[in-house]
């Protein structure tokens, strides 16, 4: 069997994505972002935005670019996802329909300013039935958890089979409070230490974990200094417990990437582990004082998972173990 098959005894596996969401709303900032990611690999998402970061007014010729980069042969990796207008906009049913043209290569799309799991249960129905159009079921779906019935709901929309993410969208959850949060709570230190920032951080964290989803770090608004949004992704990863963040910048893509990377230390002990562990047929083993059975085998398979997915040149041991070797 292969080890995922041993450590989750049949269970679905907790889902994994690319440790950085770059985000990119004109046509020149979109082609750049691509040809960074032709660059680096699929190390990395590329979200093209519809809504906040894109200008208004020229609304279906936007979502027609979109789903134009989308099909194109830029597109290499079919790493890229789009994000459409709130479903209370007039443009959010056009969107759906034009950009879903493109669900064949299309990564996912991001819904913004849900309120329930109902309200992106329909929204799903229609991305559904124009994705099937062009040959995709199932099409992933991403959500922003920005409003204050969505932080209450978090639970049951990360339950939703097709969704794949939460991101936490903290300005609008911020201006959400109208004044009750003050603004240096959007960025660092207050977005780490405001109580109710707090809060809503670690309930999209644990609604994500709960279903094995994918939790999603807000965006560094400091783009002039990319050790910002480093530090940002060290702090969203050790103390929420967020395994992927929001990039504003090409220069925070590398530092957000590096940052939820595991050190080779950490691969190096998971592969000696693993590698133990699969000699004993998963039994319980004693390494370095230290006891360690399928509980804590299935933490190190997740670093080995999550190292391979950042691209990290891993040991042949690893290899081995990932490709379901372990004779």
Excluded at 88 to 107: M, N, Q, R
């Amino acid at each position: 069997m292969h080890p995922s098959e041993v450590l989750f005894q049949g269970n679905r596996q907790p889902l994994l994505l690319p440790a950085c969401d770059h985000y990119a709303g004109s046509e020149k900032l979109m082609r750049k972002s691509i040809a960074l990611q032709q660059e680096l690999g699929p190390l990395f998402d590329i979200t093209l935005d519809c809504e906040d970061g894109a200008s208004a007014g020229n609304e279906i010729e936007h979502a027609r670019l979109v789903a134009a980069l989308v099909l194109s042969d830029e597109n290499k990796f079919s790493r890229i996802g789009a994000r459409v207008h709130d479903i209370a906009s007039p443009h959010f049913v056009s969107d759906v329909e034009i950009i879903c043209t493109a669900a064949s290569k299309l990564a996912y799309i991001v819904l913004p300013k849900v309120h329930s799991a109902k309200e992106v249960t329909a929204a799903i129905k229609l991305i559904n039935t124009h994705a099937s159009k062009a040959g995709r079921k199932d099409l992933p779906v991403h959500v922003l958890i920005e409003t204050h019935e969505a932080l209450h709901e978090a639970y049951a929309i990360a339950a939703l089979p097709q969704v794949q993410c939460l991101s936490f969208g903290i300005m609008d959850f911020v201006s959400s409070h109208y004044g009750a949060i003050p603004a240096s709570a959007m960025r660092t230190p207050g977005q780490f230490t405001h109580p109710l920032v707090v809060r809503a951080k670690l309930e999209v964290a644990a609604a994500c974990h709960a279903h094995g989803k994918v939790p999603s770090h807000n965006v560094t608004t400091d783009i002039k200094d990319a050790a910002v949004a480093a530090n940002d992704a060290q702090r969203a990863a050790a103390e929420f417990g967020f395994t992927r963040m929001w990039s504003i910048h090409p220069d925070q893509i590398k530092p957000i990437i590096k940052t939820f990377t595991p050190r080779m230390s950490e691969v190096n002990d998971a592969t000696a582990i693993l590698v133990e562990a699969a000699a004993v047929q998963w039994g319980p083993i004693s390494q370095n004082g230290r006891l360690h059975d399928r509980a804590s085998y299935r933490y190190y398979w997740t670093v080995l998972q999550r190292a391979k997915l950042a691209g990290l040149s891993l040991p042949e041991a690893a290899q081995s173990l990932l490709n379901g070797n372990t004779k």
